[in-house]
């Protein structure tokens, strides 16, 4: 397996590494750690929180080792992604997904630096950049949402006038996350409760599509589309965690509510639910058990979750042997992490709901 592969979170070694070290198998984790780390360790501009020493640095925090080098080279990547990510707000150009989504870009460096047990001052300098792409921009003589992205959202999907992506894992809903938590953690900088506020407002108006055209957004309305899948990745579920998690930073009983009907809605739509093809994290049972679980331990009334719980960890079981990867977002590493229901290590947090 290439240096490239081992070192990827969401499927390389360093992913599987995660379920051992929940387990407190550091014994089974140390030969894929070594595994991820023999080709050399990537600083590189492809380095994230899924990626090279980020995820390195993830993954051993989660067994709480801490290594000073590693976190040195993590510190330089979110130097040089911030000041690249500076020069393209002064060219005035609109953000690529990879400069601010939780897999590629800040949000995800901004998770990291957030699980860090001591100081890290460069974690203001991530929330202060996600703060700003909720500044509204003018391009081609429009006003755009500020993380408006000239991006196709997928290689199938072509989007000539760029899009607003709404998904925890590429879209809006990632930064609203983390700067929910970090608020919740008493992390705050200037702008940051607005910024919330305003990306919330848009996942309530628009975060029943996967993400949003230039028709769309003239229009002011999503465009009708087919009952989706509720995923963690892209869909109700993951966003539904998002804008629970942006009531409870702003102390905001209604618009908790709002996320659970939301969540609540999707759980209870068979039609919708048809629409899950397999067991994993990313887009399948598991992240539907993980993220549910989640929204039930912040809910006033957990209770209501119970049903769609215990149908998630069905089906999960059921599929969990069909996963065709061994790793963490897309296979059977993540898959039964969340079967086994723990989360002693917080790996859940590189999914961006706790």
Known sequence: ?????????????????????????????????????????????????????????????????????????????????????????????????????????????????????????????ILSHLVSLACPVEADGRMLPGWWSPDSPTHEVDVPDGHGNNGIAHGIAGPLSLLSLAARRGIRVDGQSSAITTFATWLEQFGSSYWITLDQLTTGEPAQVPSLRPSWCYGDLGIARALQLAALALGDPARAQKAEDIALAALTDAERLDRVSDASLCHGWAGILTVTTALAADSAAPGQYTTSIQHARRQLAAGINDLPKPGFLEGAAGAQLALDGSNATGWTRALLIH
């Open 1 to 125: 397996m290439s240096a490239v592969a081992t070192q990827a979170l969401a499927e390389g070694a360093l992913g599987a590494a995660l379920l051992h070290i929940e387990r407190a198998d550091l014994a089974a984790a140390r030969p894929l750690l070594q595994e991820a780390v023999a080709g050399g360790v990537s600083t590189g501009s492809n380095a994230s929180l899924y990626h090279g020493a980020p995820a390195l640095e993830f993954v051993l925090g989660r067994a709480g080792r801490i290594d000073s080098e590693v976190q040195a080279g993590v510190d330089r990547v979110v130097a040089a992604r911030l000041a690249a990510a500076r020069r393209r707000r002064l060219a005035r150009h609109l953000p690529t997904l990879a400069e601010f989504d939780l897999i590629r870009g800040l949000t995800g460096l901004g998770v990291l630096l957030l699980a860090r047990p001591g100081p890290a001052p460069l974690l203001e300098d």
